[in-house]
């Protein structure tokens, strides 16, 4: 049973960093995808970043130049560094990750980020 464990949110001040995790496991095939979208309250869910196995990465324009998204294939796990953080960062952050030929999008159980003004 495929799933992802998520670590590193918190709460930090305005302009801070914090980096979060992912660890997938139960699976013998690497994901393909891995990245993150967060949900505000009352907003909906909305894509953070994502990379891709060969390295290629996606971000939100409202992350840009502030997060990164990295992985390491070999303990499939997909990490996110945000710098710069801002109050409307303030989200429960969601992991997710994506295989090759299988249609299933697995999701971790969320990560509360919470930025203080």
């Known amino acids: 049973q495929v799933q992802l464990v998520e670590s590193g949110g918190g709460l930090v001040q305005a302009g801070g960093s914090l980096r979060l995790s992912c660890a997938g496991s139960g699976s013998t095939r690497s994901f393909n995808t891995m990245g993150w979208y967060r949900q505000a309250p009352g907003k909906q869910r909305e894509l953070v970043a994502y990379?891709?196995?060969?390295?290629?990465?996606v971000y939100a324009d409202s992350v840009k130049g502030r997060f990164a998204i990295s992985r390491d294939n070999a303990k499939n796990t997909v990490y996110l560094q945000m710098n710069s953080l801002k109050p409307d960062d303030t989200a429960v952050y969601y992991c997710?990750?994506?295989?090759?030929?299988?249609?299933?999008?697995?999701w971790g159980q969320g990560t509360q980020v919470t930025v203080s003004s």
């Open positions: 997710y990750a994506l295989m090759t030929f299988n249609p299933a999008t697995y």
């Open positions: 990379v891709i196995i060969g390295g290629t990465t």
